[in-house]
């Protein structure tokens, strides 16, 4: 993958279209991931330019996911997490963006950001 590539760990189907579909269409290569063990695959085969991590996913797999990536080697990777829960304390506890599902409001704007941060606006 290259800089301007995305990991999605999310087993939220409407989620990962909605991610390809923005991601895609503003020029981003997307992989998704539905598990802890293919999202691992892919940073350790491809390493991403960016993690989106779902904080929906059961077990709280998103969550214990985004804390092992900013423990690990690739701790340098930023990551954004992404929910439909409007709950404060969840998203102080994980120290990283959050957008909210659904739509996504302003999360192509802060990728354009992330990869491109030295034209100070969309491509």
Known sequence: MTAASILAFTNDAEAQDLLMELAVTDGFGVRCAATEVEAANILHLERPGLVLV????????????????????????????????????????????????PGLDGLGAALERLFWPESGQAR
Not at 93 to 98: E, F, K, L
Request: glycine share 4%.
């Open 54 to 101: 779902d904080l929906d996913m059961a077990a709280r797999a998103g969550a214990k996911f985004l804390r092992a990536l900013r423990q690990g080697p690739f701790r340098d990777i930023p990551s954004i997490a992404i929910t439909a829960t409007n709950d404060p304390m969840l998203t102080i506890s994980i120290d990283a963006p959050v957008y909210f599902k």
